[in-house]
């Protein structure tokens, strides 16, 4: 058995509905309903994961931003990527935690816990094995590892800004404002490169590459028409 999930693809919707049941549990538990702006650590902890900031060198492949410690259900963050913007400190956390929703193997994760635990030597894992950190990089040749890195980017988003927040803060605002969009991107504590993405993804607005010029999406016509005539 492997701590990684064999290879499978997610729909769109299955990776929104797995970080909409975690908000859900969350908000049903005392001390753990989120808020926004969002901190991406208190799902870690919500789900008995540590946070830890260290230094990570960099590797063969270039800069490490954050790892995953599988056996030690541990996310370690890279101490260099504090002078980096919240938002983007946000959705590195709340990625490590896409990946180990979607892509760790839990019960082997448990397997591999109790017997270093116990301080067995057959379950088939090294203790430095078991340790062994889960970095994966969209910049790989692999199309699945490009697939997986999208996958735990996606489940990021839908974390930092499920659709119902979305909905109740682009209320009375027009989308193809950037003011509008900077205003919401602070109540969220996100980047406005993940806000506009997460807005295109949704189809509610549409920003041609290369310019700064922002269209609403067809559905979000008829509501930015309904609220400002």
Not at 94 to 102: N, Q, R
Request: glycine residues 6%; aromatic residues 10%; hydrophobic residues 40%.
């Amino acid at each position: 058995m492997s701590i990684l999930k064999p290879y499978r693809f997610y729909a769109k919707e299955s990776i929104e509905r797995r970080a909409d049941q975690i908000l859900q549990r969350m908000a049903a538990t005392p001390n753990f309903a989120p808020q926004w702006p969002f901190e991406s650590s208190l799902v870690a902890d919500f789900l008995d994961l540590g946070v830890v900031w260290d230094y990570i060198p960099a590797d063969e492949q270039g800069a490490i931003a954050a790892r995953i410690i599988p056996a030690a259900r541990q996310i370690e963050i890279n101490e260099e990527i504090l002078e980096k913007p919240q938002g983007f400190i946000e959705s590195t956390i709340a990625h490590e935690i896409g990946h180990w929703v979607l892509h760790i193997n839990h019960d082997e994760v448990d397997g591999v816990a109790r017997q270093l635990e116990l301080n067995l030597g057959n379950y088939g894992w090294s203790s430095s094995t078991a340790q062994q950190p889960f970095v994966c990089r969209s910049g790989a040749v692999s199309s699945q590892i490009a697939s997986i890195e999208w996958q735990a980017q996606y489940f990021a988003s839908c974390l930092l800004m499920p659709r119902h927040i979305l909905e109740e803060k682009r209320s009375g605002r027009d989308l193809s404002k950037w003011s509008h969009l900077y205003s919401i991107r602070d109540e969220l504590g996100v980047s406005i490169s993940n806000l506009t993405n997460r807005l295109q993804d949704l189809g509610w607005i549409t920003i041609p590459k290369g310019q700064r010029q922002i269209y609403l999406g067809e559905a979000d016509c008829h509501q930015q028409q309904r609220l400002f005539g």
